[in-house]
């Protein structure tokens, strides 16, 4: 069982850079593949970024190439999303999950929720 808890989202200017981090519970926390998703108002969720359990990232959306980095310590049982140069398009609610031996980017892989973090980047 891991719990996740998701902080640092709020209202930013376009430009302006988000640490978003999230912190879990769970014994066995350095063995899950960790993801974060968004979801925008009238959109579906999407995979935003992926990071093993080792801590190599398996992957980044095409529109946060570049502008987003996913880490993690597993020491402390926390990830983190560091965001810059974000747009207006990256408003969403964002997620943290947890999914046992997952490499993929699909929602149905992941087991572990948090409740979310509002992001919105105003023009």
């Known amino acids: 069982q891991v719990q996740l808890e998701e902080s640092g989202g709020r209202l930013v200017q376009a430009g302006g850079s988000l640490r978003l981090s999230c912190a879990a519970s769970g014994r066995t926390f350095n063995r899950y593949t960790m993801a974060w998703f968004r979801q925008a108002p009238g959109k579906e969720r999407e995979c935003v970024a992926v990071?093993?359990?080792?801590?190599?990232?398996?992957y980044y959306a095409d529109s946060v190439k570049g502008r987003f980095t996913t880490s993690r310590d597993n020491a402390k049982n926390t990830v983190s999303l560091q965001m810059n140069s974000l747009k207006p398009e990256d408003t969403a609610v964002y997620y943290c999950?947890?999914?046992?031996?997952?490499?993929?980017?699909?929602?149905?892989?992941?087991?572990?929720w948090g409740q979310g973090t509002q992001v919105t980047v105003s023009s």
């Open positions: 999950t947890a999914g046992w031996g997952v490499r993929g980017q699909s929602a149905t892989e992941y087991d572990y």
């Open positions: 990071v093993t359990w080792s801590g190599g990232s398996l």
